[in-house]
């Protein structure tokens, strides 16, 4: 059993900056990488960013140059700075663990830039 929580979304001002963070535990066997997607209402689910084992990194052209994907190996989290935030990225951000054995998803936390 593979559990993923979220953490660190909230309310900022359009400008502003959020960091989100993702705890990984349980029986980890065959990870495939980390990732960050979102889901604003009423549209499909979106990659934000991803990190391989190795550590490459992968962002969405929205949010390339403002976002930062991160991980902590030991730790098992992946962290997510986001910085000059836009209306346009209020979402429920989710964390996502894919390995050889299954895709766990965490349960998303809503991030909201609104003045």
């Known amino acids: 059993q593979v559990q993923v929580v979220e953490s660190g979304g909230g309310l900022v001002q359009p400008g502003g900056s959020l960091r989100l963070s993702c705890a990984i535990s349980g029986s980890i066997y065959f990870p495939n990488g980390m990732g960050w997607y979102r889901q604003a209402p009423g549209k499909q689910r979106e990659l934000v960013a991803s990190i391989s084992n190795a550590g490459s990194t992968n962002y969405a052209d929205s949010v390339k140059g403002r976002f930062t994907i991160s991980r902590d190996n030991a730790k098992n989290t992946v962290s997510l700075q986001m910085n000059s935030l836009k209306p346009e990225d209020t979402a429920v951000y989710y964390c996502?663990?894919?390995?050889?054995?299954?895709?766990?998803w965490g349960r998303g936390t809503q991030v909201t830039v609104s003045s």
């Open positions: 996502n663990f894919p390995t050889g054995f299954g895709n766990y």
